[in-house]
């Protein structure tokens, strides 16, 4: 009997043993850990405009004027690096106030009370007009960093109100080159690059952020992947993540408009483009910035399940990616 138990004994602490092995024992080999390393938080999902839409009457937007859905935000991205304890912004969006909180929830313990730096990709409503809120009116910041290229730049120092915040110093731009990297920590660079948009009051970037690990394409923003001086196929390559523009998912969605005349990727041509690649490869393509009456915006559709069938990913709000 004592001898049944001695055998019991073992096995238990055998077991015990097996199950401790399991469990890693170092950091540095999960650097998805949240709270750890250097990763990105999708912020926003929404196109510049976000949902409910100004008097739409369609289904997409019914009940959110009585009930606001708290992941409908506007398309942005959250970058945190844990180990210098910082943390930026990609486009300042009408939820600013929501996202950055967001942000400082996903890390608590950051330096700095606002934010570390924002890099803005163009003077569309969504992408820049969240600056309003550092403003005397509002939370009236003091130096916040705002990377923007040269005619952003121009733009905002010579046009009210946004140049009441540099003229007050709420913000600080920071200039940037197309093509030269940012770095923000020896393990962190932020490079901006052009594509084609509609550029009315500034140029259009998306931008490679390269952390310790991984790379990133973000690019919110594109007229068509064919009228870009890069190929999106081979760029995508090059990287581990890349968040596309997704702002409507096909024609259909605009009453069969041609879709040739609409200035954006629709998500079936992006899928067409990229149909010679491996599903490994595929699913480096997070789809955001979708439009109000986007199919993908709704778990349970057909388009969602085609879209994720394919291999391909789906943006939703505070999904994290290591770098
Ligand atoms: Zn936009
Ligand atoms: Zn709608
Ligand atoms: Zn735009």
Redesign the pocket.
């Given at each position: 009997m004592r001898f049944l138990y001695l055998i019991l004994l073992l096995l238990f602490f055998s077991c015990q043993e097996k199950k401790m092995t399991k469990v890693p024992t170092t950091f540095e080999s999960q650097p998805s850990a949240p709270g750890l390393g250097v990763s990105l938080i999708l912020l926003g999902t929404l196109?510049?405009a976000g949902a409910p839409q100004l008097n739409c009457t369609k289904k997409c937007c019914q009940g959110l004027f009585e009930q606001a859905d708290s992941v409908r935000k506007v398309?942005s991205l959250g970058l945190l690096d844990f180990n210098t304890q910082k943390k930026y912004l990609f486009d300042a969006t009408p939820d600013i106030s929501k996202q950055l909180y967001a942000l400082k929830k996903a890390m608590p313990t950051a330096s700095s009370s606002i934010v570390d730096g924002i890099f803005l990709t163009h003077a569309?409503i969504?992408?820049y007009t969240g600056l309003m809120y550092l403003g005397k009116e509002a939370v009236n910041s003091t130096e916040v960093s705002v990377f923007t290229m040269p005619k952003m730049s121009s733009f905002i120092s010579s046009n009210g109100p946004w140049s009441q915040l540099v003229t007050n110093r709420n913000i600080a731009l920071q200039p940037l080159v197309a093509n030269q990297a940012i770095s923000l920590s020896p393990s962190l660079q932020v490079t901006p690059f052009l594509v084609p948009h509609r550029d009315e009051y500034s140029e259009t970037v998306g931008y490679l952020i390269e952390g310790p690990h991984k790379k990133a394409l973000f690019i919110?923003?594109i007229d068509k992947w064919n009228r870009w001086e890069l190929n999106l196929a081979t760029e995508l390559k090059k990287v581990d993540y890349a968040f596309l523009d997704a702002?409507f998912y096909s024609a259909k969605e605009l009453g069969n408009r041609d879709m040739s005349q609409i200035p954006h990727p629709s998500v079936l041509e992006t899928i067409q483009t990229l149909k010679d690649f491996s599903m490994e490869e595929r699913a480096k393509v997070i789809f955001t910035?979708f439009n109000h009456t986007n199919p993908l915006l709704d778990n349970a559709s057909e388009a969602t399940k085609k879209v994720l069938a394919l291999g391909f990913k789906i943006g939703r709000i505070h999904d994290r990616f290591p770098l």
């Open positions: 196109q510049d398309s569309h969504g992408h919110p923003d702002t910035h």
